[in-house]
């Protein structure tokens, strides 16, 4: 069985930093062979690609958070991470991880993490 496990979120003030990771565990399961994603969702709002990284380490941001924040893994540790710097009360959101084979092929989820950004 696999599982995406998300820590790091929390309660920080706008401008701040926050590291988000995601540790995958299952049977055969690497983060080498998918899609690695982090999704937000917003109160009251639909979720959303954050970042995205797969092999040869080509990521792809979302606009709202280009030069703000950074998504990298560690496949020895079959983790995905999501550096967040200068954060803003909009980034207040539930954030998940996510193995993919393609943007629109949710393969698994991770339970998510709460993001709150206080003004």
């Known amino acids: 069985q696999v599982q995406l496990v998300e820590s790091g979120g929390g309660l920080v003030q706008a401008g701040g930093s926050l590291r988000l990771s995601c540790a995958a565990s299952?049977?055969?399961?690497?983060?080498?062979?998918?899609?690695m994603g982090w999704y937000r969702q917003p109160p009251g709002k639909e979720r959303e690609l954050v970042a995205s990284?797969?092999?040869?380490?080509?990521?792809n941001y979302a606009d709202s958070v280009k030069g703000r924040f950074t998504i990298s893994r560690d496949n020895a540790k079959n983790t995905i991470y999501l550096q967040m710097n200068s954060l803003k009360p909009e980034d207040t959101a539930v954030y998940y991880c996510?193995?993919?084979?393609?943007?629109?092929?949710?393969?698994?989820w991770g339970q998510g993490t709460q993001v709150t950004v206080s003004s």
């Open positions: 996510a193995a993919a084979y393609s943007i629109n092929l949710i393969r698994y």
């Open positions: 299952g049977r055969a399961f690497s983060i080498t062979n998918y899609l």
């Open positions: 990284i797969i092999s040869g380490d080509r990521v």
